[in-house]
């Protein structure tokens, strides 16, 4: 063999020699990538969740707390769903004439942010609610639906939370079943 050819293979070996290092991967390597796009990944899914909810006290004659806490979705920037719950007490009257309820129920609910503070809002609430029988003359409980379609404020407070105001119209509202006053039901809460 000539040592032209000689010369030749070993110039060729020498050119590709490089591309095989550049091709060739650490498993170590690759492992740690996979590791850290999997905990970007989880990161971001984290912080499509959201939770907040709804506490009002009002204490007197009537006393009435709401406690309903919510945890949502934000499936874009502009769409979230979610679900709440919700605890309602009353109080009224004194002695003897003292009456107390309590309302429990559930919600689903969607949100659509047209701007950056203004969203509108949609739900379906079902409550279970005390409501008076007269031809027994006592108190008695009903699962009660109601969807309800309104608009809302958020206003941020810090990176990720906000108060947030909700005005909605009960589009189902009974006055002998409904734990609300009025088909108008109006919120303030907060999220983060």
Same mark, same amino acid.
């Given at each position: 063999?000539?040592? @032209?050819?000689?010369?030749?293979?070993?110039? #060729?070996?020498?050119?590709?020699?490089?591309?095989?290092?550049?091709?060739?991967?650490?498993?170590?390597?690759?492992?740690?990538?996979?590791?850290?796009?999997?905990?970007?990944?989880? !990161?971001?899914?984290?912080? @499509?969740?959201?939770?907040?909810?709804? *506490?009002?006290?009002?204490? #007197?004659?009537?006393?009435?707390?709401?406690?309903?806490?919510?945890?949502?979705?934000?499936?874009?920037?502009?769409?979230? /769903?979610?679900?709440?719950?919700?605890?309602?007490?009353?109080?009224?009257? =004194?002695?003897?004439?003292? !009456? =107390?309820?309590?309302?429990?129920? $559930? @919600?689903?609910?969607? @949100?659509?942010?047209?701007?950056?503070?203004?969203?509108?809002?949609? !739900?379906?609430?079902?409550?279970?609610?005390?409501?008076?029988? !007269?031809?027994?003359?006592?108190?008695?409980?009903?699962?009660? $639906?109601?969807?309800?379609? $309104? *608009?809302?404020?958020?206003?941020?407070?810090?990176?990720?939370? /906000?108060? =947030?105001?909700?005005? *909605?119209?009960?589009?189902?509202?009974?006055?002998?079943?409904?734990?609300?006053?009025?088909?108008?039901?109006?919120?303030?809460?907060?999220?983060?």
């Amino acid at each position: 063999m000539s040592y @032209r050819y000689v010369k030749c293979i070993l110039c #060729g070996l020498l050119a590709f020699l490089p591309m095989s290092v550049l091709f060739a991967q650490n498993a170590s390597d690759t492992i740690y990538v996979a590791e850290q796009d999997s905990i970007l990944h989880e !990161e971001v899914a984290l912080s @499509r969740w959201y939770k907040g909810g709804n *506490l009002t006290v009002r204490v #007197g004659d009537p006393t009435y707390i709401d406690v309903s806490p919510l945890l949502g979705y934000r499936f874009s920037a502009k769409l979230s /769903a979610g679900v709440g719950l919700t605890y309602m007490y009353y109080s009224q009257g =004194t002695g003897a004439k003292k !009456e =107390t309820s309590s309302v429990l129920g $559930g @919600r689903l609910f969607s @949100r659509y942010y047209f701007m950056q503070t203004l969203f509108g809002h949609a !739900e379906y609430e079902t409550l279970r609610s005390p409501y008076y029988n !007269e031809s027994q003359q006592t108190y008695r409980y009903k699962w009660v $639906g109601a969807p309800m379609l $309104g *608009l809302g404020y958020s206003l941020p407070v810090s990176d990720g939370a /906000a108060i =947030t105001f909700v005005g *909605l119209y009960n589009l189902n509202f009974k006055p002998t079943y409904s734990p609300y006053n009025s088909s108008f039901v109006v919120r303030a809460g907060f999220v983060f």
